[in-house]
């Protein structure tokens, strides 16, 4: 079956720089599109960034933030920088294939000085 794996999540400082990465594995076969997701404390998960033929930002983190895919790995990254305490949250990781979608599990970042 397929399972997503995050890493890459932890402590920063505001101002800082993180890089999480998730790979997939259980299949042979890639995926159509791949996605970040967060959920901060009290509040509704929301998409951070998605990338498939094209890539996606949310308005909040235009500018300093950057998803990337490698499709041999089966494996998507977002990279991080000018890191807000705003930006404290549990980041999901999303893959889609065929109208099917997993997640992963979830990496904290907590952004605090």
């Known amino acids: 079956q397929v399972q997503l794996v995050e890493s890459g999540g932890g402590l920063v400082q505001p101002g800082g720089s993180l890089r999480l990465s998730c790979q997939g594995s259980?299949?042979?076969?890639?995926?159509?599109?791949m996605a970040w997701h967060r959920q901060a404390p009290g509040k509704e998960r929301e998409l951070v960034a998605s990338?498939?033929?094209?890539?996606n930002y949310a308005d909040s983190v235009k500018g300093r933030f950057t998803i990337s895919r490698d499709n041999v790995k089966k494996t998507v990254y977002l990279q991080m920088n000018s890191l807000k305490p705003e930006d404290t949250a549990v980041y999901y990781c999303?893959?889609?294939?065929?109208?099917?979608?997993?997640w992963g599990k979830g990496t904290l970042v907590t952004v605090s000085s």
């Open positions: 990338i498939s033929s094209r890539t």
């Open positions: 259980g299949t042979v076969f890639g995926f159509d599109s």
């Open positions: 999303n893959a889609v294939r065929w109208g099917t979608q997993w």
